[in-house]
Structures are given as structure tokens and as C-alpha cells.
């Protein structure tokens, strides 16, 4: 399951492990191509926290990491920002990616 996060709970969130944030918005067309990746790749892993922040509703944590278009994936280990992508990503390229972080 994903979580919705906010700019009050996202530090909190995502203080520990490996977490995987997906900033979106209502608008935006390759969000909504992301979302079900991100849905079932939190579904497909355990080992990964999954939320999602709506960046019209949240301004200020996208802000502070220089999130500049969306989709843009945030990847953190124990609470420190380790890796960013940018834009549509497939489930295979979106694996590879966090297996580095969780091996």
C-alpha cells in the first residue's frame, strides 16, 4: 500500500529504511502513468515504504528537494536522500533501482 504523506509527516515517514516517495499531482498526465507502478511495486515489496505526497496540496517539501517537474521519485535510505528520478519509469527500471539500496 502507498501512503499519503504530507509536509507535517514526511520527515517522520521517512526517517527509516528505504522509502520511496512519489510527488504528483491531480493534473499531471505522467502521474497518473506512474501511480500503478508505484502501487504495485508496493504491493511486490516489502522490504521498500512506499508514499506519495500531492505537490499542489504539499508545496514546501518538494521545494526543499529541488523537485522541479513530476512525476520525480525520491528515494532515501534512513532518512538521508540517496537518489531522484525524473519523469515515467517502468516497474523493471524502478526494481533495479532500489535494489541498490536494499541489498
Known sequence: MVQAVTDQNFETETATGVTLTDFWATWCGPCKMQSPVVDALADARDDVKFVKMDIDANPNTPQSFGIMAIPTLLIKKD???V???VGYHTKDQLNEILDKYTA
Open 83 to 85: 537518489e531522484k528520478v
Open 79 to 81: 532518512g538521508k536522500p
